[in-house]
């Protein structure tokens, strides 16, 4: 899933973005469960072939275009004193990506029903018109607002793939209910992190350590609301996981390797930017909080 190899040149990271789009349904007691919505990426992916994420990618050249200021306003920064051009393309590729990704588009006024969001991501993937222009075709500005900042992670420099990713969390419109594309994600699925969760350890499925954060974080509250102010707590600093050595103790426990996080005590940031466990560990090809 990842490629890490501690001899290898550092390669700087691109910049990139992710949303969590998270929805509220009735629960059996009469009230309500959250969910959150997942895909699954190609096998054949460079980066995390076959892993379950959210929707999310590359920041686009596009996404920098200063003409977006007239269909895109409101984004929430990362970084103190960020110029808001900056700030605006981030949430801009979360949003794009959402819709190639997951047919989920967060827009300003009345939303988008499900086959709207489906025609309009097939327009677009024809490559025949930029989303900018498509969007302005039908009267719609994206609601970068309800993007809520959720943490800044930093692929580790010793992996040849590397990404300075801003991940985003926002309500999932109504009406909209998802669904994958069918080429750079071949599965797509609402589930409450701790189905997820379960899920990755009964041997199920796979997760990158970022999107594990996530996900118990999320399992932590029960409602969109909650997961708007969990996410108002978190820092914004980034995140870059360390990989270490890890010597076994002997006998049938092996030597492995760890990406340790900012507060571990082999990390070279001392401050913990994140709750939970401060190490992932691999074992049987799977990275788990140790």
Known sequence: MLELDQDRPVVPPRDAATLLLVR???????G?????????????SAFLGGAVVFPGGKVDDADRDAAWSARAAGAHGFVEGEEVSVARAFAIAACREALEEAAILLTTGEPLEHDAALALRAEVATGAIPLRAALEARALTLDLAALHPFGRW?????????????????????????????????????AAPREVLRRFD???????????????????VSTTEEAILLAARLGKEPICPKLVEVRGAGGAEADTLALVL???????????RVPGALRYVLKDGRWGPG
């Open 24 to 30: 509220d349904v009735p629960d059996e007691a009469g």
């Open 154 to 190: 930093v692929t580790p420099i010793a992996e040849i793939r590397r990404f300075d990713t801003r991940f985003f969390l926002a309500a999932a419109p109504r009406g909209q209910r998802g669904a994958h594309d069918a080429h750079e994600t071949t599965d797509s699925f609402w």
């Open 202 to 220: 009964a041997g199920e499925l796979q997760l990158a350590p970022p999107t594990h954060r996530c996900l118990e974080l999320l399992a932590e």
């Open 262 to 272: 900012p507060g571990d005590r082999e990390h070279d940031v001392r401050e913990v």
């Open 32 to 44: 309500s469960t959250l969910e959150v919505f997942c895909v699954v990426r190609h096998t054949k």
